[in-house]
Nanobody
Framework: QVQLVESGGGLVQIGGSLRLSCAVS????????MAWFRQAPGKEREFVAA????????GYADSVKGRFTISGDNAKNTVYLQMNSLKPEDTAVYYC??????????????????WGQGTQVTVSS
């Protein structure tokens, strides 16, 4: 069983940066594909970024490419999402997700079986 706990959300100004953390317990995250999704009010939960098993590959939504970076720290069993040049449209609850998977990490919500509780990110002027 995998438990995921997100942290690092908050209120930030347009153009600012935040780093989200996802602490993984129960299993070593390097055995899993890890991902970040987000859900804005009234919208579907959407894919943001993914990290393949053992950090072998990454994937990003077009809307965040060049601004967000997903990474993992094996020693801390934690996955991060560095978010730069934030825009108002990045405002959402951000969720960490995990799933045992080989190869390129999935980018579809239904492919992930483990989820955290979410952390709010608000980008404001």
């Amino acid at each position: 069983q995998v438990q995921l706990v997100e942290s690092g959300g908050g209120l930030v100004q347009i153009g600012g940066s935040l780093r989200l953390s996802c602490a993984v317990s129960g299993r070593t995250f390097s055995s899993y594909a890890m991902a970040w999704f987000r859900q804005a009010p009234g919208k579907e939960r959407e894919f943001v970024a993914a990290l393949g098993r053992s950090g072998g590959s990454t994937g990003y939504a077009d809307s965040v490419k060049g601004r967000f970076t997903i990474s993992g720290d094996n020693a801390k069993n934690t996955v991060y999402l560095q978010m730069n040049s934030l825009k108002p449209e990045d405002t959402a609850v951000y969720y960490c997700a995990a799933q045992r998977h080989f190869g390129a990490p999935p980018v579809t919500r239904s492919d992930y079986g483990y989820w955290g509780q979410g952390t709010q990110v608000t980008v404001s002027s």
